[in-house]
C-alpha cells in the first residue's frame, strides 16, 4: 500500500486561512510534529481522516483500536512527541480504552480521539453509544469533547495535558457533526450551511485549510529550575552517605539526563540501577550500571538497594514497582513531580528537570568516589549468574535468545517487547545503550504491546533497525498486524519465544500448587502464519539456528520497496524462567 497522504499533498504553512475543526486538529497535530495517525475507521471520523491525509499526515490502519493505540504510545516513545489515534464511537472507542490506559500508567503523550453520533442525537440515541466522559476518566489523564466553539483552546489544552508531568492519554471526543464546522463558530453545522459558517463554501475546500493563528503549547517535559521541599540542607543526607546508589527512572528518561546521570556517578562513584522503561537512559555496558529493578535475577538489585544507605531516587515513577517496596533504606527524592505517591518516605524533595537537578548535586559534590568500579562490576557478575539459573544445556534458553538477538543486531536497533516471562528475561539481559531504544510497557503491562510497537518505531525511525521480543501468548494476539508490517514493507524482525504457555502465569499456578490451568496452549505454525500474512517465516530450536536465523538482520532491517518482515518462532526451554520466582 501506498503511503497515504504526504506525497501527494503540499506543505501548507501554519497560518493558512480559515478551515474547519478537522482541519485545526490536523494542522495542530502537523505544527507539533505529528506525522503518523493510527487508526481504525469509522463513519463518525472520516471528515477528520481526510483533512489529517491533506495536511499530509500518514494514516496507519492498524486490525483494530487496541493496537492502534499501542502504535500511538510507541511512536511516543521513540521520538520524544505526541502519538496520535484514532477510532470511532461505540465498539471502537471500547477497543481503544486498554491502549488508553497503557500510554497513561507508563506515563506516554498519547493524543486518543474518538467520533461520536451527531449532536442532535447525543442524548438520546442508544444504538453503539456509550458515555465517553464517563468511560475515559479513570483511563485518561482528561477526557474532553472537542466542540468547533472552543476548538482552539481545547486542542492546546489536549496537548499541553497529554506531554505536562506526568504525562499521559488525554481523550477527545467529536460528534460526526462538528468536524466540517468551522473552529469558533458557536453550533454544529457542515461549513457549507447555517449563519454560523464563516469558512469556505464546500466541505472538499474547508477539509484543507487550517486555522490562522495555530499556536502550540510548549512540548518540553520540565523547566530546568529546581524547587527544594523540606527543612534544611537537602544533600545532607547524601554528604553523610558512605554507600549510595542510584535508582534512574522514566522521568529521567524525559528529561533525557542520561549525561548528568554518567557524571554524578563518575564523579561520586555511584552505582546505577535503572527501572525497565528507563532502560538506555543510562549506557548499560557503563562500569557503574548495576541492572534493572524488578526484572530477571531482581532479588540481586533488591539486595544492593537494601545494602545500601542512601537511594537517590532519579525520576523513579512507583508505577513501575512490579515486587512491593520492600527496603528500608533512606531515600532522596529527585523527581519532575512531588512524592506525592509517598511509596517511599524522603524529607526532602527536588523537584524540577531531573537533568538540572542532578547537575546541581554534581556541581556540589566535594567528597571521594563512594565505590569502586570492581565492586559494581561484581555485584553484576552476581545478578548474571540468578539471571542465568535454571538454563538447560544444550537447549535455547530465554536468555540465549536476548543475549544472540543482542549480538546479532546493531547497537542502534530499537526493540520492543510483549509482557510475560521474556519480557521479565529481555528487560535485564538485553544490554540497551541509547535512551528511547528499548520499548516496553511496565505501567499498565498489558499484553498484545510488542508486535504493533514495533511497527510503529520502524514508521516513525525508519532509519533504525528493529526488533520485537515477544510471547507465544503476545503475539497470538496481535499476529495479524504483521500484515500491516507486510503492507507497508516495514522490515520488522519478530521473535516469538514459543513455550506453548502463559508461562508468567502457570509458573505462579505452579508456586500455588494449582494445576496449569488455561495457561497452555496448542502450537501454531507460525512459519506459515507468517508466509500467509506476507512476511518470512523461520522455526528454530536451537542456539546456533537462532544465529543463522538473524544473521542478515542489519541487511534487512534497511527498509526499501518489497522488505518483508520476519517472523521467528524460537522454540525454547523455560525452565529458565521458574528460577526467577
Ligand atoms: C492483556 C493482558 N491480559 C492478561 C495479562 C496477564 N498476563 C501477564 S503475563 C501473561 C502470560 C503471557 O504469556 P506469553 O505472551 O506467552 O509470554 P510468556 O510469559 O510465556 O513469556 C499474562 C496472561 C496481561 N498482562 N495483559
Ligand atoms: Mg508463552
Known amino acids: 500500500m501506498a503511503p497515504q497522504g504526504s506525497a501527494a499533498v503540499p506543505a501548507q504553512s501554519a497560518t493558512a486561512a480559515h478551515g ?68 470511532t464511537l461505540g465498539p471502537g472507542s471500547t477497543a481503544l480504552l486498554n491502549g488508553v490506559a497503557s500510554a ?16 442532535s442525537r447525543e442524548q438520546f440515541f442508544t444504538h453503539q453509544v456509550v458515555d465517553h466522559g464517563r468511560m475515559f476518566a479513570p483511563a485518561a489523564k482528561l477526557a474532553l469533547r472537542l466542540e468547533p466553539a472552543s476548538a482552539d483552546t481545547v486542542i492546546r489544552k489536549a496537548l499541553r495535558t497529554a506531554v505536562a508531568e506526568r504525562p499521559g492519554a ?44 495555530i499556536i502550540p503549547p510548549p512540548l518540553t517535559a520540565a523547566a530546568g529550575s529546581v524547587d527544594v521541599h523540606g527543612d534544611g540542607d537537602p544533600l545532607r543526607v547524601l554528604r553523610a552517605a558512605r554507600r549510595p546508589v542510584i535508582l534512574a527512572g522514566i522521568a529521567a528518561l524525559r528529561c533525557a539526563a542520561g549525561p548528568e546521570l554518567v557524571s554524578l556517578a563518575e564523579r561520586a562513584g555511584l ?35 537494601a545494602g545500601a544507605d542512601l537511594i537517590l531516587a532519579a525520576g523513579f515513577d512507583p508505577v513501575e514497582l512490579i515486587s512491593p517496596w520492600s527496603v528500608t533504606t533512606p531515600v532522596l527524592h529527585l523527581d519532575t513531580t512531588p512524592n506525592t505517591d509517598q511509596v517511599y518516605a524522603s524529607a526532602h524533595e527536588l523537584v524540577g528537570h531531573v537533568g538540572a537537578i542532578l547537575r546541581w548535586i554534581t556541581a556540589q559534590w566535594s567528597g571521594q568516589p563512594r565505590w569502586a568500579e570492581a565492586e559494581v562490576a561484581s555485584h553484576r557478575a552476581r545478578l548474571r549468574a540468578a539471571w542465568q539459573a535454571g538454563r538447560a544445556e544444550g537447549k535455547l534458553n530465554p536468555s540465549d535468545v536476548v543475549e ?18 521474556h519480557k521479565i528475561m529481555a528487560g535485564q539481559a538485553w544490554q540497551a545503550r541509547e535512551p528511547r531504544s528499548v520499548l516496553m510497557t511496565n505501567g499498565l503491562s498489558a499484553m498484545g504491546f510488542g508486535v504493533p510497537a514495533a511497527i510503529a518505531a520502524k ?31 516495514l522490515p520488522v524482525t519478530v521473535v516469538v519465544f514459543t513455550d ?13 500448587g494449582y494445576p496449569p490451568t488455561a495457561t497452555r496452549m496448542g502450537g501454531t505454525d507460525l512459519a506459515a502464519l507468517a508466509e500467509a500474512m506476507g512476511c518470512d517465516g523461520i522455526r528454530v530450536d536451537t542456539p546456533a539456528a537462532l544465529e543463522k536465523a538473524l544473521a542478515d538482520f542489519g541487511p534487512r532491517s534497511q527498509p526499501s520497496a518489497g522488505s518483508r518482515p520476519l517472523v521467528i518462532e524460537a522454540r525454547i526451554a523455560p525452565a529458565q524462567y521458574e528460577a526467577q520466582f
Open 20 to 87: 474547519t475543526t478537522a482541519a485545526l486538529l490536523a494542522g495542530y497535530l502537523h505544527a507539533v510534529g505529528v506525522r503518523h495517525l493510527f487508526c481504525y475507521p469509522g463513519e463518525s471520523v472520516i471528515d477528520f481522516m481526510e483533512a489529517s491525509r491533506r495536511r499530509g499526515i500518514e494514516l496507519v490502519p492498524a486490525v483494530r483500536e487496541g493496537t492502534a493505540a499501542f502504535m500511538a504510545q510507541a511512536a511516543a516513545m521513540a521520538t520524544g512527541l505526541p502519538g496520535v489515534c484514532l477510532s
Open 104 to 119: 497513561t500508567l507508563d506515563r506516554v503523550p498519547v493524543l486518543a480521539v474518538s467520533g461520536q453520533i451527531e449532536s
Open 170 to 213: 488525554v481523550h477527545l471526543t467529536v460528534t460526526a457533526d462538528a468536524w466540517l464546522v468551522p473552529p469558533g463558530a458557536a453550533s454544529a453545522g457542515p461549513a457549507s450551511a447555517g449563519p454560523a459558517s464563516a469558512g469556505p463554501a464546500s466541505a472538499d475546500a474547508a477539509l484543507s485549510g487550517v486555522s490562522d493563528a
Open 271 to 305: 552505582p546505577v540501577v535503572v527501572s525497565p522503561m528507563a532502560k538506555g537512559t543510562f549506557p548499560e555496558d557503563h562500569p557503574y550500571f548495576a541492572g534493572v529493578l524488578d526484572m530477571a535475577g531482581h532479588r540481586v538489585v533488591w539486595d544492593l538497594l
Open 404 to 421: 544472540i538477538a543482542r549480538q546479532a543486531t546493531p547497537p542502534d536497533t530499537i526493540v520492543t517487547t510483549d509482557v510475560g516471562s
Open 459 to 489: 514508521l516513525t525511525r525508519p532509519d533504525r533497525p528493529v526488533l520485537a521480543l515477544v510471547g507465544d501468548g503476545g503475539f497470538a494476539m496481535t499476529a495479524t498486524e504483521m500484515r500491516i508490517a507486510a503492507t507497508l514493507d
Open 500 to 512: 506453548n504457555s502463559l508461562n508468567r502465569i502457570e509458573l505462579r499456578q505452579q508456586l500455588m
